[in-house]
């Protein structure tokens, strides 16, 4: 392969699904709760088993991480954690999600959960960013203030919103006056879609205005979504593995990853929730090459799409490819 693929970008990247082994138990440790000390036992608690049937099932394994950021501390470091894990696997780019409101548990608002993020992610050099969920089952008025808590921070590390959570249970369309703020706050949002709905999903979220689409695994089912992603130039956050385990597809093979390119649609390549899927960016995208026989050119494609992706500022945005062509040239 004549392209290195370190260097990747992960824009679609969830903070409780990406907490290490190492970094729980300095959390645990940090908030004096008690975890199981050896590694086996901490991992299947962190980690999906394989025989997970659905979304719904996946989603449980959110509950142990998202006990250990419920103090600013813990989240702070969880997000400094995090970033010079990043920045040790030689990521150059990436956007780190999480729901503010699942760490209000003991008494935070999520201003004060938000801060403490941004704290822990500027103290470290990993050039991240970060987007807010709001989730599907929440009421209104918390979601409500996702964004607004959103808008505070939006000139000071974070770029976007997010809509996440169990789709089946919750469509898409329930959430048209949620992000009508939104864009009457002018705050970018991706919405996860058609990953464990159909292409309808997909199709509710490029009419609520998302400017991304996370997974994106139905859109195959409708051919007016596949028209209206590629026109509209509405990037998808392709997540492999976590398809795989949430039975969005049954084997790789399903990925729509050749049709979207052939349809032109910016596609760019994910992890997710490494620890519980137990996956890196890394992994994700030698199954994909793999898979896919994806070509040199077709590689730098999906990079150079994932620049594009990112909801950073069109100066930032020319910074990072200047700055992965110069790799690139110097590793040939
Ligand atoms: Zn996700």
Known sequence: MGINISKAIDLHLHLDGAISLKSARELARLQQISIPESDEELTMMMRVSPDCTNLNEFLEKFEFPCSLLQTEIGIETAMFNLCEELS???????????????????????????????????RSKMNCRLILCCMRGDNDTVNKETIQVAKQFIADGVVGVDLAGAEALYPTKWYEDLFKLARELDIPFTIHAGEAAGAESILAAIDMGARRIGHGTHSMENPEVIEKLANRQIPVEMCPTSNLQTHAIENIEDLPLRKFIEAGILVTINTDDPTIEGTTIYDEWQKVIETFNLTDAEIRQLRTNSIKASFLSDEEKKKLQKELENYIQTIN
């Open 88 to 122: 040790d696997r030689d990521l150059a780019y990436a956007e780190v999600r999480f729901a503010p409101s699942k760490c209000c548990d003991k008494g935070l608002t999520q201003g004060q959960v938000v801060r403490a993020a941004v704290k822990g992610m500027k």
